[in-house]
């Protein structure tokens, strides 16, 4: 069974809605799909897109970051860019950790926004 929380960025109203109503369902396997639609990018960067979730917290325990490159999807730890879960090409590996080191203060304070439901500052890539 897939645990989940309900959005509280106030531009996801009918977001919230559809997902109360997946869970009242039962059809929680759904709802992963609804939350990973609307997490705010807070980066992009030579085909990386850099994600965060809203409330974020009971999975993985630690701050961590969410990477998508070409349809394939990673899970980065924050504090130590260590891969939570997922995998990328092995350039595209690189890339993320060495941007998190660089924007380490950033990703935490970001990340504590978004716990907090709040949504998260966009932070520079390495191509820009």
Request: glycine share 6%; charged share 25%.
């Amino acid at each position: 069974m897939c645990s989940f929380s309900i959005l509280e960025n106030p531009r996801s109203n009918a977001i919230n809605r559809v997902a109360t109503s997946i869970r009242e369902m039962g059809r929680q396997d759904s709802f992963d799909f609804v939350i990973i639609s609307t997490m705010p990018t807070i980066s992009m960067f030579y085909g990386i897109l850099i994600k965060m979730f809203f409330r974020d917290i009971e999975k993985h325990h630690t701050p961590h970051i969410h990477a998508e490159y070409q349809g394939e999807f990673a899970v980065y730890s924050i504090p130590n860019g260590d891969v939570l879960s997922g995998e990328l090409p092995p350039s595209k590996h690189k890339i993320i950790v060495a941007w998190i080191e660089i924007h380490k203060d950033d990703l935490l304070a970001d990340w504590n926004l978004a716990v907090d439901g709040k949504k998260p500052f966009p932070i520079k890539g390495l191509d820009q």
